[in-house]
């Protein structure tokens, strides 16, 4: 049974403009949420994250806002770059140094 | 700082056969946790193995098995290999507790004919 769900396999979007990938989730229990960006033949590398105690957190261009009593996340690139064209992935865990429940992933594109 | 490593890179197993594949963790870390990838699916949580034991497991089979070693490093062996096997795993290592950010390395791709 699929705990975290991203449901739009695919986004497109122009360089300059703002990516938004979003991600919900049954499992009330979950309590950190993680973004992985993964390229074709690597393995998925470390995005940014938020604990459930946060709405939002920001890094640079990404920023992760958090909808508890939604179970809802997005992630948010601003302004979205062609090198930022890859499978993110949203995860989930209840408890640190756990294991970790993937969403199946959007593929996103920037075009120039 | 070397980062995970994972050995080998590609694998093709026929039907039945055992497989063993191989991790190196990041330098630091000593939890390693074991995924399996499917085409078009997100990673799986297979196990995980903390002080060469398995600490938690998801909804594997039996078939499914591994081992972590003094240094840290482990392996994830699937014996009774079926078609449905065939997929990339993916290693990534962590600290036991404090964090929730695993470090994952590139992955072996096993075909099963």
């Known amino acids: 049974d699929q705990q975290v769900k991203q449901n739009s396999p695919s986004l497109s979007v122009q360089e300059g403009r703002i990516s938004i990938l979003n991600c919900d989730y049954t499992?009330?229990?979950?309590?950190?949420f993680l973004w992985y960006k993964k390229y074709p033949a690597e393995g998925p590398t470390f995005l940014i994250s938020?604990?459930?105690?946060?709405d939002k957190n920001e890094d640079g261009r990404f920023t992760v806002f958090l909808n508890k009593s939604a179970k809802h996340l997005s992630l948010h690139i601003v302004p979205s770059q062609p090198g930022d064209s890859a499978v993110y992935f949203c995860?989930?865990?209840?408890?640190?140094?756990?294991?970790?429940?993937f969403g199946k992933g959007t593929s996103l594109l920037v075009t120039p | 700082d070397a980062g995970v490593t994972q050995s080998p890179t590609h694998l093709i197993k026929t039907r039945g056969q055992q497989v063993t594949l191989r991790c190196s963790p990041k330098?630091?870390?000593?939890?390693v946790s074991w995924y399996q990838q499917a085409l078009g699916q997100g990673p799986q949580f297979i196990f995980q193995?903390?002080?060469?034991?398995?600490?938690q497991r998801g909804n594997f089979p039996d078939r499914f098995s591994g081992h972590q070693f003094p240094n840290y490093s482990s392996e994830l062996n699937v014996n009774a290999l079926l078609l449905g096997d065939s997929a990339l795993y993916l290693c990534?290592?962590?600290?036991?507790?404090?964090?929730?950010?695993?470090?994952f390395g590139p992955g072996t791709r096993l075909t099963v004919t």
């Open positions: 990534a290592s962590s600290l036991p507790t404090g964090t929730y950010e695993q470090y």
């Open positions: 499992n009330s229990m979950f309590d950190y």
């Open positions: 938020i604990s459930s105690i946060k």
């Open positions: 995860a989930a865990s209840e408890d640190s140094g756990y294991a970790l429940n």
């Open positions: 330098s630091g870390h000593d939890t």
């Open positions: 193995y903390y002080e060469e034991e398995e600490r």
